[in-house]
């Protein structure tokens, strides 16, 4: 007699201790941040949201679209001094707490094959990425030294005809930068100055890519907010 009442109770415990059980299991995925979503910048087939930058003795900009049996990708032509696009839709641009990222390749010239211009807050600012002869990485400019004299200039090789994914980050006391995941950048920029090289760098304003004396291609262009 004793037995019978004992048992519903005994049930009863070992069900809330499987129920807490899945719960527990279940609670890290349910309580993970969903990572931020990102947003294409370009289509793959056209040049829409795009420009020409409008640089002086620029060489011409198109869609090749497959490119080398691939995604399609803008083709900046070898200019006189840079060429390159630009985003014509600057008010959907974050300024502060983003991510942009892109693939860049190579495809002739001695000189940067990616300069990607970003916003910092008011400011903007360039990751330069095989400039000054081919190697040298870096931010154009802070404290109005360019990417080969400040602290953030490094060497890299780059091959041509290889594709290199470039990404930045901007959040309101840090300008980070990776090139095929490797931390090519981490700058603190509390008390800094940020700002564009002089010249016609700011025809990339707000968000640009431009060549130096170099053809280029470029795809898989997107930003997220963080």
Known sequence: MLSAPGFPLARA?????LALAVVLA?????????????????????????????????????????????????????????????????????RLNYEVELEAMKLEGEDFFCGLTFPVGASACSFIVG???????????????DASDN???????????????????VTEKKI???IDDKPMVDLDTTGRKISLRWGEIDKSLPLGV??????AALREIRIRRL
């Not at 003795?57 to 060429?83: C, D, H, Q, Y």
């Not at 400039?131 to 030294?145: A, K, Q, R």
């Not at 953030?152 to 980050?169: A, L």
């Not at 431009?210 to 053809?215: D, I, L, S, V, Y």
């Open 26 to 94: 279940l609670a890290p995925l349910g309580g993970a941040e969903k990572a931020p979503a990102w947003r294409s910048l370009f289509d793959g087939r056209t040049l829409t949201g795009w420009a020409q930058s409008g640089f002086e003795g620029e060489g011409a900009v198109k869609v090749e679209s497959p490119f080398r049996g691939g995604p399609g990708a803008i083709i900046l032509e070898k200019g006189t001094t840079l060429s390159g696009v630009t985003w014509t839709k600057g008010a959907d641009l974050p």
């Open 13 to 17: 415990a070992a069900v809330r201790r």
């Open 131 to 145: 400039g000054w002869g081919g190697m040298v990485v870096g931010l154009s400019s802070v404290d109005h030294f």
């Open 210 to 215: 431009a060549a130096f004396m170099t053809r």
């Open 151 to 169: 602290e953030t200039s490094t060497g890299m090789e780059f091959k041509d005809n290889r594709w290199y994914r470039i990404r930045v980050r």
């Open 176 to 178: 980070e930068a990776w």
